[in-house]
């Protein structure tokens, strides 16, 4: 049941950070990122860890995004 939780927290973070790929909205990642991070952790609480390898797989996606746009854009 985490590991639905943790899928589903994911994918909420990924469907967000569509508008923050364009340029002048990289900023939003620093909402996001977080959040993924958050359903990550509920997946470690899950004996299944592919909910949990997926947001961090959002993670990092969002965090590549505020490395190249230098934190702001």
Do not use: D, E, T, Y
């Amino acid at each position: 049941m985490l590991n639905l939780l943790s899928g589903f927290i994911g994918l909420v973070a990924l469907i967000l950070m569509i508008p923050a790929v364009l340029p002048l909205l990289g900023a939003l990642n620093w909402l996001f990122v977080p959040l993924a991070l958050f359903g990550a952790f509920i997946g470690l609480m899950s004996s299944r860890k592919s909910g949990q390898n997926f947001c961090l797989i959002v993670a990092a996606f969002g965090a590549l995004r505020l490395f190249l746009g230098g934190g702001i854009i």
